[in-house]
């Protein structure tokens, strides 16, 4: 039973250390899915894909994180296997039956962690902890571009027969919007990182994006048919209607500066 509880506390705290380097790389700039990906790779040590591998190993603050992660997941593993003998030279009974109950441990710890709450509650915690650790010296991107109020930096992909494709940054208007585009990535992997109006979005590029969540959620699925340039339409005015309730916000703000500012809503 002892070594069950230790294996136990050892996956919860491997959970913790991915999420809270995860968080970490975050705050660098990097994106959900690729600092997510990339902490799990530095803590299992597999390795990592080469495009991003220079972003990571030439920036010094992540290249810190990914050093931190490294040594937890080795000593991780170390810890694992020292509980797993010490375990198994304990057993009572059958030693499949011991590794099937840490299998079992494993699924049910792993299944409470993807709890909405459960996970809202560490990255809580984890990102107060990252917030007194100033020799990693992370930026805070999150609070720069109000990721709290909606918006978020997404990358979406240009397939074919989507209302998106073939066209110009000129024709797509995509700031009525209130997208960005911030770079555009051909299937080449060439990267323009300043696009101009007259770039026209091909099947397989990806385009690195900036606005309102739902917004960003829906153009990534838009059709190219009328119900496409229904959507348009339609994502145009919630805009509209979203910059109105936030400038009235702000100068009721102004106004009355005690006042406390509630979310916008369209």
Known sequence: MEALVAFGIVIMIALGAVRMGTLALQRTGLSREAATFQAQSAFMGVGFTTSESESLVNHPVRRQILRYLMWGGYSGITVTVSTIVSGVGSSEGSVLRFLGLMLVTAGVLLSIWQIPAVRNFADRLLSL?????????????????????????????????????????????????????????????????????????????????????????????????PVGDLERQQSVEEQRQRVAAELAAAERLATNPEQPQGPASV
């Open 129 to 225: 902890i990252i917030q007194r650790i100033p020799k990693l010296q992370v930026i805070d991107f999150e609070e720069l571009l109000e990721f709290d109020k909606g918006y978020t930096v997404a990358q979406l992909h240009v397939d074919r027969n989507r209302w998106m494709t073939g066209k110009t940054l000129r024709e797509l208007r995509l700031a009525d919007e209130g997208v960005l585009v911030l770079s555009v990535t051909r299937a080449s992997g060439a990267t323009i990182g300043t696009p101009e109006a007259d770039t026209t979005l091909e099947v397989g590029d990806r385009i690195l994006t900036y606005g309102h969540q739902e917004c960003l959620e829906r153009l990534r699925s838009r059709p190219a048919d």
